[in-house]
């Protein structure tokens, strides 16, 4: 554990340098999860405020409560079973979107940054986040304070490089340049991705399935950012683009060649089993129609490093 220390909101020292935790933090999206913080699903419901959800009312699907508190246990069972230590954000009934646990807040080698959300019913949530950094005692890295800048944008993609989305909505471009400033300034590069706001995030296009491998929906980015994939020798599984609009892409690598996906991408868990991966699939069908999916519901508070000793 690290060394007890008084809480802070800016652990992050001005001119770069900040010393890296040494049990908190992740160096990359695919080292060994050995702790992750989820968002509660207490208050949880669809709300249109985001093209998924709107998708799920023009289909006339119906959001059940307690079908939607069923399968969250049973993600939450996946974890702990694949032996990650799970730690549940505290519930606040004014938050129904609490659940996405990876937006509020997003966690670097440094601490944790808490992040500006951008819809009006998603304001809050930075305030029970911080409550439970402290109850952890994770000192927090820094805090947005220019625009938003949402987690679900931003991928500690390997070691030395952080791509973060920016589509002038969850996302602003002056969050994405102030945190830019804050990492670049450690010695990390950023690499800054626009899209249309109609994704959402991009982690509803690209995911990181394990080392120097990730998903992506070839259809729904720009070919540069293909190019730059392939430039880091990342190999690409492409992802149709119907199933972005399952949150088919939104998926979670455990490390040692695991990975947690949603149960109804059974396309994706194929190629991921014929790239040798061993596949978690909980059900969280009740969940993704209000538009997120295991990657949205999950903030890593700790990743083995990817850095070969």
Same mark, same amino acid.
């Given at each position: ?14 001119? !770069? ?17 050995? @702790?992750?913080?989820? !968002?509660?699903?207490?208050? *949880? ?5 985001? +093209?998924?959800?709107?998708? +799920? ?6 959001? @059940?409560?307690?079908?939607? /508190? ?20 505290? +519930?606040?009934?004014?938050? %129904?979107?609490?659940? *996405?646990?990876?937006?509020? $807040?997003?966690?670097? %080698?440094?601490?944790? &940054?808490?992040?500006?959300?951008? $819809? ?23 805090? &947005? ?13 390997e070691p030395g490089v952080i791509l973060c989305g920016y589509s002038g909505e969850r996302t602003s471009p002056q969050g994405f340049q102030q945190m830019k400033g804050w990492v670049e300034k450690e010695g990390w590069e950023? /690499?800054?991705?626009? *899209? ?5 995030? &991009? ?20 070919? /540069?950012?293909?190019?730059? *994939? /392939? $430039? ?5 599984? @492409? &992802? %149709? ?11 979670v690598a455990l490390g040692n060649d695991r990975v947690m996906l949603p149960r109804a991408n059974t396309g994706l868990a194929d190629k991921c089993r014929a790239h040798g991966l061993q596949v978690i699939d909980p059900d969280?069908?009740?969940?993704? %129609?209000?538009?997120? !999916? ?16």
């Open positions: 554990m690290d060394q007890m220390r008084e809480f802070t909101l800016k652990y992050r020292k001005d001119n !770069g340098g900040t010393t890296a935790l040494t049990h908190w933090g992740m160096d990359s999206e695919y080292g060994v999860l050995r @702790d992750v913080l989820i !968002g509660p699903v207490d208050n *949880f419901s669809w709300r249109t405020g985001n +093209a998924s959800a709107r998708r +799920a009312a023009r289909l006339g699907m119906q959001f @059940d409560q307690k079908v939607a /508190k069923a399968q969250h246990a049973e993600m939450l069972d996946a974890y702990r079973h694949a032996g990650v230590n799970t730690h549940l954000i505290p +519930a606040d009934s004014s938050l %129904p979107y609490q659940i *996405f646990g990876r937006d509020s $807040s997003v966690m670097t %080698p440094w601490g944790p &940054i808490v992040t500006q959300m951008y $819809s009006p019913w998603r304001r809050g949530e930075w305030v029970p986040i911080v409550k439970q950094y402290a109850e952890l005692d994770i000192p927090i890295y820094d805090v &947005i304070t220019a625009g938003s800048l949402e987690g679900g944008d931003f991928m500690v993609l950023v /690499k800054g991705y626009q *899209f249309d706001p109609f994704f959402l995030h &991009i982690d509803v296009m690209v995911a990181m399935l394990a080392e120097k491998l990730a998903a992506v929906c070839v259809d729904a980015v720009e070919p /540069k950012l293909v190019q730059w *994939f /392939k $430039s880091r020798n990342i190999e690409i599984i @492409d &992802i %149709p683009f119907p199933q972005v609009l399952e949150l088919g892409v939104n998926v969280i069908s009740m969940i993704t %129609p209000g538009g997120g !999916g295991i990657h949205c519901m999950c903030q890593p508070l700790c990743r083995d490093s990817a850095l070969k000793p």
